[in-house]
């Protein structure tokens, strides 16, 4: 994702920027060209913070301009945008704030429907490792078998 967030269970009740990388990485060498990270080389000494998400290896930035002092309802990328590329930003659409909720309460609600939606397919494709095959399909086996004849039928099968 890339994308303003709210993340409890990983940034605590911190706004965020989430960049994607190579989006961001593009920008940079499109506009820059210095040769220089994105990240290290314009975010950071803009004062921008980088705060990690866990092992994942996503991460949020927040900021001056980006996440700090702004109005939530207005959020745009300028302030990141100048920063990587030098130049003015000149977003005039307003980001929305994504909101994910990791607390133990919601992963339990949401572990919970997916077992109610994957456990019967679970189910049955265990019981179809462990039933015979029903008559229908043995006559349809036969079927195929004569159209192709027995000796290709052998061949393909022991293939």
Excluded at 113 to 138: F, G, H, I, L, S
């Amino acid at each position: 994702m890339c994308g303003f967030a709210r993340d409890p269970k990983h940034y605590g009740d911190r706004l965020v920027y989430e960049p994607l990388e190579r989006k961001w990485a593009g920008y940079h060498a499109r506009h820059c060209g210095c040769g220089l990270d994105w990240l290290e080389g314009h975010a950071v000494p803009a004062g921008f913070t980088v705060l990690p998400q866990g092992r994942t290896g996503y991460y949020g930035l927040v900021g001056p301009g980006l996440t700090e002092g702004v109005d939530e309802e207005a959020l745009t990328t300028n302030a990141l945008w100048e920063a990587v590329t030098g130049m003015p930003g000149t977003q005039t659409w307003h980001e929305r704030v994504h909101i994910t909720c990791g607390s133990p309460e919601s992963e339990a609600a949401r572990k919970a429907e997916n077992e109610k939606v994957y456990a019967p397919r679970r189910e049955r494709a265990e019981k179809a490792k462990t039933e015979p095959a029903t008559d229908a399909q043995v006559k349809y086996l036969t079927t195929l078998a004569e159209k192709v004849g027995k000796e290709r039928f052998d061949a393909e099968f022991t293939r």
